[in-house]
C-alpha cells in the first residue's frame, strides 16, 4: 500500500455476548458483505494469486469451485475470489460462508473482530483508518476503513494535493437536494473505492441538539430529523453503489464533543424514537452496512455497551442485520 492508500484501526466490538450463533450472523453478514463489494458482477474479480479453499488443501482462483465439506453437506461451492454471481458450483455464496466460518480458527476470526495499524494513539504509516481481516489466507478481502463521511482524510502531507476538498456535510445537505446528495455520495465513493477503502465511516447523522457541537457540520441531519430521514437514504444508497460500504453514525446521541467520553445523554423512548432515531431508522431502510456506536453515555450506560440502544432498539426493533463497531 501506498500513502494514498493509508489505514489505521477501530475496534468491532459485539454488543452481547459473543456466543457461536450471534458470532456466525455477524460474520455471516459483515464477510459476505466484503465479498460482495470487492467481487460484484459490475466489477469483475482482478487476477489475483491462488487462495486456499476453505476445508481443504486445494487452491483455487477466481471463477473456480471449492470441493465440497461438511459444512455445505458436500455440496462444492464457489472459491472466496469468485464473482459474486459465479453459479456453476452446486452450492451458493451462502454455502462458501458456512465454509468459512468452520474452517477458520479463532485467531482468523479475531482479526475481523479487532482493527490493526495503532500503537497506542499513534497510527501507524501506510495503514487506513481502520482495518481489519488482513493477510487472510482464505482471500477474503480486508476490511479498509477511512475517515469520513465527507471526504477522504488527509492523514499525512503528502496525500494532500491527491485528495478532494469536499464541502461540509450539512453544507451538502444545505442544498435540500435529495438527487444532489446521491450524486455527492455516489463521488465520494468513487474516490474512496480509488483509493483502496472500502467502508467510508460515514454518514454522521446525529440530529443538532448543542448549537456550539464540534461535529455539527459533519452531520446531515441538521436541527430536523425528518430532514435528516430523507437525506441519509440518498447518500447511504449513493456511496454503497459504487461498492463501498457506508457506517452510519454517531449511534446514539452523539451530540456535543465537550466531555464527550463522560457525557451522559438522558433521554426518554419517546424522545429517542421521534426526534433522534429517524436519521438512523432511514439508514436502516437504506441498507447500511454497519452502525458505528457513540463514545457519550445513553441513561447511565456507555452507548457502546447498551443493549437497550444496540440489541433492542437496533437490532430488534429496527431489524437492522449488520455489524456494530465502536469508534
Known sequence: HNLARAHHPVRVEFPSVPQMRTFARF??????????????AADPAPAAPPVQCPGSDDMCAGNQCCPGTSATQQRT??????????????????DLVAALLSAMTRKEKHQFLRGTGWVGWNSEPNYYIG???????????????QD?????????????????????????????????THRWAIA??????????NVILGPGLNVHRVALGGR???????ESP??????????????????????????????????RDMVNSVIDPRTLWEVYYPPFEAAVEAGAASFMCAYNYVNGQHACGSSDILLKDLKQDMGFEGWVQSD
Open 148 to 180: 469520513n463521511g465527507q471526504g477522504f482524510r488527509t492523514v499525512t502531507k503528502g496525500i494532500i494535493s491527491e485528495v478532494t476538498s469536499w464541502p461540509s456535510t450539512l453544507a451538502a445537505a444545505s442544498s435540500w437536494s435529495e438527487a444532489g
Open 131 to 145: 482495518d481489519a481481516g488482513l493477510h487472510e489466507r482464505f482471500g477474503i478481502p480486508s476490511l479498509n476503513m
Open 216 to 222: 455539527n457540520a459533519e452531520y446531515v441531519s441538521g
Open 226 to 259: 425528518y430532514f435528516g430521514a430523507r437525506m441519509a437514504k440518498p447518500y447511504v444508497k449513493g456511496v454503497q453503489s459504487q461498492n463501498v460500504l457506508a457506517v452510519a453514525k454517531h449511534f446514539a446521541l452523539n451530540n456535543q464533543e465537550t466531555n
Open 188 to 197: 465520494l465513493g468513487k474516490e474512496f473505492k480509488i483509493k483502496g477503502a
Open 77 to 94: 461451492f464457489p472459491c472466496p475470489s469468485a464473482n459474486a454471481d459465479y453459479d456453476l458450483c452446486m452450492g451458493n455464496q451462502t
Open 27 to 40: 460474520v455471516r453478514s459483515s464477510l459476505l458483505a466484503a465479498s460482495l463489494v470487492a467481487w460484484s
